[in-house]
């Protein structure tokens, strides 16, 4: 517990915005329900909470610009009732500044870019709100890429999504590979001159999904300097009935690869429907560092799986 106290623990993935919209819940209560909250965020230690905009098919293409703005203002209201305990990040500065005053720092990202209805304008406006990370995809195919839906084509980045990638560089954005077909990862790697993320994928040596990654792309996404976030979707870490011990094998396998300053964790809490035994909700991450801990990892290379790696991401596209 010291040391996961100790660490700065960053999660590059959750659905709560989507609890929170539907108004089943509130941020600031403790709940029996879903995986995060605010009382829980701070029982289990978290830092660094990435919050996704996911946006529901039914909104697709057409209606995905005005949902994606009802989702920030969802936020945005949470961010303003709990304003003491949870502030909205845009720079590293930000966060060190929110963590050093006990509160976690929120960090706005987008899952699916019909958000930005086609237009590099709303790409900068949707910069402007606070939004620091974009999953070009979600499954299906939009004006960028193919999702993993639809992945028979074999088809990767259109060229407004190479334009996508490029204006996210030059903006400093996070590019999120999580969700794309095969070919949109490699055409990715070939474009972007900032490090990426895969913000919540596995190792597909460990768990053959294509939702996870190859270890041809975790290779390349090393070279690039990029993080994978851990995913705790159970069909993305053992075919039946996974434990916290099967997500550490993804992690083993990662730091084998290309040692351990490539990978973080990417929850994907409130978007799934069940968890590995073990890591039933936030509160239990202090387990995976225990776990951690188990399987011999040096404390300064826990830090990193933690939360450092992605920090580094962070300083270097969105700045310090």
Known sequence: MELHRSATV???HCDTLLSLASGR????ERCDQGHIDLPRLKEGGVDVQFFACYIEPQYKPERAVKRVLQMIDVFYREMEANH????????VGDIERISSLGKVAAVLSIEGGEAIGDDLGILRV??????RALGLVWNERNSLADGLAERRTRGGLT???????????RLGMIVDVS??????????????????????????????HPRNLTDDQIVALAKNGGVMGMNFAPAFVRPEAPTIEDLLDHIDHICRLVGPDHVGLGSDFDGISGTPRGLEDVTQLPSLTAGLVRRGYRAADIRKILGDNHLRVMREVFGA
């Open 179 to 208: 969700h794309l077909t095969d070919e949109g990862f490699w055409d990715v790697i070939e474009v972007s001159r900032q490090p990426i993320i895969a913000s919540h994928s596995n190792a597909r040596a460990v768990c053959d």
């Open 126 to 131: 949707l910069h402007r709100l606070g939004v």
């Open 84 to 91: 003491s305990d949870i502030e909205l990040a845009r720079t």
């Open 25 to 28: 819940r509130q941020l600031k």
């Open 10 to 12: 960053v999660d590059t």
């Open 159 to 169: 060229n407004l999504g190479v334009q996508v990638v490029q204006e996210m560089n």
